[in-house]
C-alpha cells in the first residue's frame, strides 16, 4: 500500500512568492493535517482537514491556507512568502481525527 | 515551555546497549505518539498509547505512559546503529483542541557500532 505522498520533494521561492504542496493520504484516511517543521525544532501544527471541513488552525497567519478534496487529497497554499517560511512541510494522514498519523516525506521549501 | 518536552534532547550509545527518553507534558491527553526521524525527513510513527493505558510494545520498542505524572517514556532496547534518529513525542490532547498533536523539541540519539 502506498505510504502518504506529498509534492514535491524540494522547491525554492522567492520572497513575496506564492507556493502550493500538495498531499495524497493513505487510501482510506479521510483526516490530513499539515505541519511545519524549522530545522532543529519539532513539527508545529498547521491544519487539520476530516472530511472535506477545516478542524483545526494552528497559530499561523492568514497567508497560510489549505483544502481538502473530495478524493481526501490536499493542498496547503503560503502568500507572499517570508524568508522565515523556510522550513520542512509535512503531510499526515489518520483514519479519523485520534488514530495513528502517517507522515509523508515532506516537502522541503527554501525562500531565498 | 511546550506541552510535550523530550529530555535528553541528545544521547549517545554503544550499539547493544538501551536507550531510554522520556517526554512530559502540562494538560491531560487523549493519546500520546511516538516518532522517529532521520536526517530531516519524514515522520515515522512507533507507538500511540492511549491515556487509558500504561504500557505498549512493540518489537524492541516499550512506551509507558504515568498520566499521573504527566509524563511518558520510550525504550530502545538492544539498539542498533539503525535507531540513530530523532526521536519525538506528540500528544493529543482530544476534541476540543481538534486533536492537533503537539511535539517536543526531540532527543536526538547517536548509536555508536
Known amino acids: 500500500d502506498a505510504g502518504v505522498t506529498q509534492s514535491p520533494t524540494h522547491l525554492i521561492k522567492t520572497r513575496g512568492q506564492q507556493v502550493t504542496l500538495r498531499c495524497s493520504p493513505i487510501s482510506g484516511h479521510k483526516s490530513v493535517s499539515w505541519y511545519q517543521q524549522v530545522l532543529g525544532q519539532g513539527p508545529q501544527f498547521i491544519f487539520q482537514y476530516y472530511e472535506k471541513e477545516e478542524r483545526g488552525r494552528g497559530n499561523f497567519p492568514d497567508r497560510f491556507s489549505a483544502r481538502q478534496f473530495p478524493n481526501y487529497s490536499s493542498e496547503l497554499n503560503v502568500n507572499a512568502l517570508l524568508l522565515g517560511d523556510s522550513a520542512l512541510y509535512l503531510c499526515?494522514?489518520?483514519?479519523?481525527?485520534?488514530?495513528?498519523?502517517?507522515f509523508g516525506q515532506g516537502t522541503r521549501l527554501t525562500v531565498v | 515551555s511546550q506541552q510535550g518536552e523530550e529530555d535528553p534532547q541528545a544521547l549517545s550509545i554503544q550499539e547493544g546497549e538501551n536507550a531510554t527518553m522520556n517526554c512530559s507534558y502540562k494538560?491531560?491527553?487523549?493519546?500520546l505518539q511516538w516518532y522517529r526521524q532521520n536526517s530531516g525527513r519524514g515522520l515515522v510513527h512507533l507507538i500511540l498509547?492511549?491515556?487509558?493505558?500504561r504500557e505498549k510494545h512493540s518489537g524492541r520498542l516499550r512506551v509507558t505512559l504515568d498520566t499521573s505524572k504527566k509524563s511518558s517514556s520510550l525504550l530502545i532496547t538492544a539498539s542498533r546503529a539503525a535507531d540513530t534518529a530523532s526521536y519525538f513525542c506528540?500528544?493529543?490532547?482530544?476534541?476540543?483542541?481538534?486533536?492537533?498533536?503537539?511535539f517536543g523539541g526531540g532527543t536526538r540519539v547517536l548509536v555508536k557500532p
Open positions: 494538560t491531560s491527553i487523549n493519546n
Open positions: 499526515a494522514s489518520s483514519l479519523v481525527w485520534d488514530t495513528e498519523a502517517f
Open positions: 506528540a500528544t493529543d490532547l482530544g476534541v476540543a483542541a481538534g486533536n492537533k498533536l503537539t
Open positions: 498509547i492511549r491515556s487509558n493505558e
